[in-house]
Protein backbone atom coordinates (compact mmCIF):
# COMPACT_ATOMS: atom_id res chain seq x y z
CA UNK A 1 0.00 0.00 0.00
CA UNK A 2 1.80 3.37 -1.23
CA UNK A 3 0.13 5.32 1.81
CA UNK A 4 1.63 3.06 4.75
CA UNK A 5 4.55 4.97 6.65
CA UNK A 6 7.68 4.34 4.77
CA UNK A 7 10.54 3.03 7.12
CA UNK A 8 14.42 2.49 6.97
CA UNK A 9 15.84 -0.07 8.98
CA UNK A 10 19.11 0.19 9.78
CA UNK A 11 20.38 -2.70 12.16
CA UNK A 12 23.39 -5.09 11.64
CA UNK A 13 21.56 -8.49 12.32
CA UNK A 14 19.79 -10.02 9.24
CA UNK A 15 17.51 -12.00 11.39
CA UNK A 16 16.27 -9.27 13.48
CA UNK A 17 15.74 -6.86 10.01
CA UNK A 18 13.78 -9.91 9.01
CA UNK A 19 11.51 -9.87 12.10
CA UNK A 20 10.69 -6.75 12.01
CA UNK A 21 9.64 -6.65 8.21
CA UNK A 22 7.20 -9.97 8.72
CA UNK A 23 5.81 -8.66 11.71
CA UNK A 24 4.96 -4.79 9.72
CA UNK A 25 4.15 -6.75 6.31
CA UNK A 26 0.86 -7.97 8.46
CA UNK A 27 0.18 -4.37 9.60
CA UNK A 28 -1.49 -2.12 6.98
CA UNK A 29 0.07 1.31 8.62
CA UNK A 30 3.74 0.95 8.05
CA UNK A 31 6.10 -0.72 6.11
CA UNK A 32 9.75 -1.43 5.47
CA UNK A 33 11.06 0.25 2.17
CA UNK A 34 14.97 0.64 2.82
CA UNK A 35 16.85 -1.79 4.91
CA UNK A 36 20.92 -1.08 6.21
CA UNK A 37 23.61 -2.78 8.22
CA UNK A 38 25.41 -0.14 9.65
CA UNK A 39 25.59 3.49 9.89
CA UNK A 40 27.78 4.12 6.96
CA UNK A 41 25.03 1.84 4.61
CA UNK A 42 23.08 4.11 6.27
CA UNK A 43 24.14 7.43 5.52
CA UNK A 44 24.63 6.86 1.17
CA UNK A 45 20.83 5.72 1.04
CA UNK A 46 19.26 7.68 3.31
CA UNK A 47 19.66 11.00 0.72
CA UNK A 48 17.88 9.27 -1.99
CA UNK A 49 15.28 6.92 0.15
CA UNK A 50 13.99 9.74 1.70
CA UNK A 51 11.52 7.85 4.29
CA UNK A 52 9.05 9.03 6.59
CA UNK A 53 10.76 7.27 9.94
CA UNK A 54 14.19 5.83 10.57
CA UNK A 55 14.10 2.83 13.24
CA UNK A 56 18.09 3.32 14.48
CA UNK A 57 20.10 0.40 15.98
CA UNK A 58 22.29 1.66 18.36
CA UNK A 59 25.36 -0.77 18.57
CA UNK A 60 26.54 -1.56 14.77
CA UNK A 61 30.06 -1.95 13.52
CA UNK A 62 31.76 0.35 10.91
CA UNK A 63 29.38 3.26 12.34
CA UNK A 64 26.85 3.11 15.09
CA UNK A 65 23.20 4.53 15.90
CA UNK A 66 24.91 8.06 17.33
CA UNK A 67 27.60 8.65 14.85
CA UNK A 68 24.99 7.90 12.55
CA UNK A 69 22.37 9.61 13.95
CA UNK A 70 24.28 13.09 14.62
CA UNK A 71 25.39 13.19 10.66
CA UNK A 72 21.70 12.57 9.21
CA UNK A 73 20.25 14.98 11.29
CA UNK A 74 22.49 17.47 10.91
CA UNK A 75 22.16 16.54 6.71
CA UNK A 76 18.42 16.48 7.04
CA UNK A 77 16.90 18.35 10.16
CA UNK A 78 13.76 16.89 9.16
CA UNK A 79 14.41 13.23 9.60
CA UNK A 80 12.31 11.36 12.16
CA UNK A 81 15.00 8.90 13.52
CA UNK A 82 13.38 6.13 16.54
CA UNK A 83 15.85 4.27 18.52
CA UNK A 84 16.34 0.91 19.13
CA UNK A 85 17.29 -0.22 22.12
CA UNK A 86 17.43 -3.51 24.22
CA UNK A 87 18.53 -3.52 28.23
CA UNK A 88 22.09 -2.64 28.80
CA UNK A 89 22.23 -0.07 25.92
CA UNK A 90 21.70 2.93 28.87
CA UNK A 91 25.10 4.27 29.23
CA UNK A 92 23.70 5.23 25.17
CA UNK A 93 20.80 6.75 26.14
CA UNK A 94 21.64 10.49 26.52
CA UNK A 95 24.14 10.50 23.88
CA UNK A 96 21.16 9.30 21.17
CA UNK A 97 19.22 11.81 22.31
CA UNK A 98 21.81 14.63 21.82
CA UNK A 99 21.56 14.08 18.31
CA UNK A 100 18.12 14.72 17.65
CA UNK A 101 16.39 11.13 17.88
CA UNK A 102 12.24 11.42 18.54
CA UNK A 103 12.41 8.55 21.02
CA UNK A 104 13.41 5.27 21.74
CA UNK A 105 11.55 1.41 21.51
CA UNK A 106 13.27 -1.60 23.20
CA UNK A 107 13.72 -4.32 20.55
CA UNK A 108 12.03 -6.85 22.53
CA UNK A 109 8.74 -4.48 21.73
CA UNK A 110 5.62 -6.75 20.35
CA UNK A 111 3.98 -5.31 17.21
CA UNK A 112 1.22 -3.26 19.03
CA UNK A 113 3.54 -1.24 20.63
CA UNK A 114 6.45 -0.74 17.40
CA UNK A 115 3.85 0.54 15.40
CA UNK A 116 2.52 3.18 18.24
CA UNK A 117 6.08 4.54 18.37
CA UNK A 118 6.30 4.77 14.45
CA UNK A 119 2.73 6.59 14.29
CA UNK A 120 3.68 8.78 17.21
CA UNK A 121 6.75 9.81 15.86
CA UNK A 122 5.50 9.87 12.20
CA UNK A 123 3.01 12.28 13.15
CA UNK A 124 5.59 14.54 14.97
CA UNK A 125 5.67 13.69 18.04
CA UNK A 126 7.79 11.27 20.29
CA UNK A 127 7.74 8.10 21.76
CA UNK A 128 9.86 6.78 24.92
CA UNK A 129 9.24 2.93 25.51
CA UNK A 130 8.11 2.64 29.83
CA UNK A 131 10.97 0.74 30.49
CA UNK A 132 13.28 3.24 29.10
CA UNK A 133 11.04 6.14 30.98
CA UNK A 134 12.35 4.04 34.01
CA UNK A 135 15.91 3.61 33.40
CA UNK A 136 16.29 7.41 32.63
CA UNK A 137 14.67 8.63 35.64
CA UNK A 138 17.02 6.45 37.49
CA UNK A 139 19.70 7.33 35.86
CA UNK A 140 18.65 11.02 36.95
CA UNK A 141 17.80 10.39 40.60
CA UNK A 142 21.46 8.68 40.34
CA UNK A 143 22.92 11.98 39.27
CA UNK A 144 20.80 13.76 41.95
CA UNK A 145 22.70 11.50 44.78
CA UNK A 146 25.79 11.89 42.98
CA UNK A 147 25.72 15.82 42.96
CA UNK A 148 25.35 16.06 38.97
CA UNK A 149 22.11 17.47 39.22
CA UNK A 150 21.92 20.53 36.39
CA UNK A 151 20.89 24.15 38.04
CA UNK A 152 16.82 24.20 37.01
CA UNK A 153 15.52 27.01 35.58
CA UNK A 154 11.75 26.08 36.20
CA UNK A 155 11.52 29.67 37.83
CA UNK A 156 12.20 31.24 34.41
CA UNK A 157 8.83 29.72 32.77
CA UNK A 158 6.09 31.40 32.27
CA UNK A 159 2.57 29.81 33.18
CA UNK A 160 1.83 29.03 29.70
CA UNK A 161 5.38 27.74 28.58
CA UNK A 162 4.70 24.74 31.56
CA UNK A 163 1.43 24.27 30.07
CA UNK A 164 3.53 23.97 27.02
CA UNK A 165 6.14 21.73 28.11
CA UNK A 166 3.84 19.29 30.08
CA UNK A 167 1.99 18.73 26.37
CA UNK A 168 5.29 18.58 24.49
CA UNK A 169 6.68 15.76 27.53
CA UNK A 170 3.34 14.00 26.65
CA UNK A 171 4.36 13.64 23.24
CA UNK A 172 2.00 16.10 21.54
CA UNK A 173 2.81 17.78 18.11
CA UNK A 174 2.84 21.59 17.91
CA UNK A 175 -0.49 21.39 16.08
CA UNK A 176 -1.91 19.18 18.54
CA UNK A 177 -1.28 21.61 21.01
CA UNK A 178 -2.53 24.04 19.13
CA UNK A 179 -5.97 22.75 19.48
CA UNK A 180 -5.70 21.48 22.77
CA UNK A 181 -5.20 25.28 23.99
CA UNK A 182 -6.64 27.04 21.38
CA UNK A 183 -3.74 29.09 20.32
CA UNK A 184 -1.98 29.32 16.97
CA UNK A 185 0.63 27.07 15.60
CA UNK A 186 3.19 29.62 15.35
CA UNK A 187 2.68 30.70 19.05
CA UNK A 188 3.00 27.28 19.80
CA UNK A 189 6.39 27.07 17.95
CA UNK A 190 7.38 30.67 19.90
CA UNK A 191 6.72 28.85 23.19
CA UNK A 192 9.09 26.17 22.19
CA UNK A 193 12.12 27.91 21.08
CA UNK A 194 11.89 30.08 24.35
CA UNK A 195 11.59 26.85 26.28
CA UNK A 196 14.86 24.82 24.52
CA UNK A 197 16.75 28.54 25.16
CA UNK A 198 15.70 28.68 29.21
CA UNK A 199 16.10 25.19 29.89
CA UNK A 200 19.47 24.86 28.14
CA UNK A 201 17.75 21.82 25.28
CA UNK A 202 18.59 21.16 22.44
CA UNK A 203 15.61 19.29 21.23
CA UNK A 204 12.49 18.05 22.10
CA UNK A 205 13.96 14.71 23.56
CA UNK A 206 16.14 16.65 25.97
CA UNK A 207 13.12 18.69 26.84
CA UNK A 208 11.03 15.76 27.77
CA UNK A 209 14.11 14.52 29.98
CA UNK A 210 13.95 17.99 31.57
CA UNK A 211 10.40 17.66 32.09
CA UNK A 212 10.73 14.10 34.17
CA UNK A 213 13.73 15.42 36.35
CA UNK A 214 11.90 18.69 37.18
CA UNK A 215 8.66 16.09 37.69
CA UNK A 216 6.53 18.24 35.52
CA UNK A 217 5.53 15.29 34.80
CA UNK A 218 5.76 11.76 36.69
CA UNK A 219 6.37 8.64 35.42
CA UNK A 220 3.54 6.02 35.55
Not at 73 to 81: A, F, G, S
Not at 93 to 108: A, D, H, N
Not at 158 to 164: D, F, K, N, P, T
Not at 167 to 184: H, K, P, T
Request: no cysteine; charged share 25%; aromatic share 6%.
Amino acid sequence: MSNRIRIFLVDDHDMFRDGVKLLLSSDNIAEVVAEARNGKEFLEKVGEVKPDVVLMDISMPEMDGIEASKLANEKYPQLKILALTMFGDEKYYYQMIQTGIKGFVLKSAGISELVKAITEVYKGGNYFSSEILYKLIQNIDANKKNGKESESHLEKLSARELEVLKLVASGLSNEDIANQLNISLATVKTHRSNLLTKTSSNNTASLIMYALKNKIIEFT
